[in-house]
């Protein structure tokens, strides 16, 4: 009889990590927002780019290099970004939350003319999978309401959540900023992961 490996289920994790590391990026996450480009072709060169939850800053560095050193990137999170980033990219302390529930500090804070608005955002798990999704949602929502102000018409959007009760909902509410949406999970999720993207493109001109 042959004996499991215990490690086989953290294989894929450990090659992305890796990866990472050898391509000098922050954190293994960065491959999710790779396919996601691969596939779509979101940010281009010249691009504004807003990254949500920005933290440890894998995205950042990702978009820096796909909008070129004409773009330019805003990352905003509650905790300090520690890496090394391109002078194309600058990042802000805030709470996405309170930016989402005061308008005139996002203005001020993100402004506006935005190609692409990107939310990686998780929520600190409890482990219980209904608390965890809720709190995953409440985020989704709070990066949607800022993608709907921040970004130029005809933008696009691209959302981390945790699937559950209130997907559904979210999907919807996307749909109607959104003249197009896709849901995908990247191949770099670790399988057991409840999470899944949503990218909406052709921000409507009226937004929600």
């Known amino acids: 009889m042959k004996h ?69 990137v805003l990352g905003i999170d509650l905790k300090e970004v520690a890496i090394s980033l391109p002078a194309n990219v600058r990042v802000v302390c805030g709470d996405v939350l309170d930016l989402a529930d005061q308008k005139e500090n996002m203005a001020r804070t993100i402004g506006s003319g935005y190609q692409v608005v990107l939310s990686d955002m998780a929520p600190s798990t409890t482990g219980h999978k209904e608390t965890d999704s809720a709190r995953s949602y409440q985020l989704c929502v709070a990066a949607l309401a800022i993608a709907a102000a921040s970004l130029a018409e005809g933008g ?17 509410s996307v749909r109607s900023a959104f003249d197009r949406i896709k849901i995908i999970k990247p191949q770099s999720c670790r399988k057991e992961s409840k999470e899944i993207y949503i990218i909406g493109t052709g921000k409507k001109r009226e937004g929600l």
């Open 4 to 72: 499991r490996n215990p490690q086989n289920k953290y294989q894929t994790a450990d090659f992305y990590a890796r990866k990472a590391k050898k391509e000098e990026f922050a954190a293994r996450s960065v491959y999710k927002l790779d396919e996601i480009q691969q596939k779509y072709r979101l940010i281009k060169k010249g691009d504004k780019v807003l990254d949500l939850g920005c933290a440890p800053g894998s995205w950042l560095q990702y978009a820096a290099q796909q909008a070129g050193n004409k773009g330019r």
């Open 156 to 172: 696009a959007f691209i959302c981390k959540i945790f699937q559950g009760g209130d997907f559904e909902d979210f999907v919807r």
